[in-house]
T-cell receptor, first 111, second 115 residues
Framework: GNSVTQMEGPVTLSEEAFLTINCTYTATGYPSLFWYVQYPGEGLQLLLKATKADDKGSNKGFEATYRKETTSFHLEKGSVQVSDSAVYFCALSGSNYQLIWGAGTKLIIKP | NAGVTQTPKFRILKIGQSMTLQCTQDMNHNYMYWYRQDPGMGLKLIYYSVGAGITDKGEVPNGYNVSRSTTEDFPLRLELAAPSQTSVYFC??????????????FGEGSRLTVL
């Protein structure tokens, strides 16, 4: 069945460092891919998405490219800030109203 | 700016007790969902609703019930609580089918512990 695997956290970086959070998936067909973010004390919110192979989603300085050949959708940001500290979830579109979720990766940015 | 509101945020239950997690949205969304998140795991869909009066089971419905009498409200009922239901519960809504856009609007979550 469909599944999503994310790198385990926490990921701890210094401010202005380069960020990569790995996400790989297994799926039949051509799912859409998503990154959600959960800031402390808040609900999850959609960060970016890509709906077909080679699409690049971007928002708030974050980017992720839909790589069908490597079944990956890694999240990147060139220079992280303390305010980026959050839990990041990778997900793909399943069937029957479902999204298939990764376990989440906690990101800690130190000043 | 209410969006999706869940109550309570925290609750401790004894085995065998029952309770209802409340969820209300003010965005007039037709689609609503209940997810649970266990430590180190992704979110799992418990129940969903495509409109008032219509509900259906998700991936992990056992031990739960839902109702959708209005567009705004989608309460989740736990009957005979068990330790396996210790989890964080998220309510979400969307204006369209989730798998098409992926755009879900989430509440802040309810942390439930069953002892």
């Amino acid at each position: 069945g469909n599944s999503v695997t994310q790198m385990e956290g926490p990921v701890t970086l210094s401010e202005e460092a380069f960020l990569t959070i790995n996400c790989t998936y297994t799926a039949t067909g051509y799912p859409s891919l998503f990154w959600y973010v959960q800031y402390p004390g808040e609900g999850l919110q959609l960060l970016l998405k890509a709906t077909k192979a080679d699409d690049k989603g971007s928002n708030k300085g974050f980017e992720a490219t839909y790589r069908k050949e490597t079944t990956s959708f890694h999240l990147e940001k060139g220079s992280v800030q303390v305010s980026d500290s959050a839990v990041y979830f990778c997900a793909l579109s399943g069937s029957n109203y479902q999204l298939i979720w990764g376990a989440g990766t906690k990101l800690i940015i130190k000043p | 700016n209410a969006g999706v509101t869940q109550t309570p945020k925290f609750r401790i239950l004894k085995i065998g007790q029952s309770m209802t997690l409340q969820c209300t949205q003010d965005m007039n969304h037709n689609y609503m969902y209940w997810y649970r998140q266990d430590p180190g795991m992704g979110l799992k869909l418990i129940y969903y609703s495509v409109g008032a009066g219509i509900t259906d089971k998700g991936e992990v419905p056992n031990g739960y019930n839902v109702s959708r009498s209005t567009t705004e409200d989608f309460p989740l009922r736990l009957e005979l609580a068990a330790p396996s239901q210790t989890s964080v519960y998220f309510c979400a809504s969307s204006p369209t089918r989730t798998e098409n856009t992926g755009e879900l609007f989430f509440g802040e979550g309810s942390r439930l512990t069953v002892l």
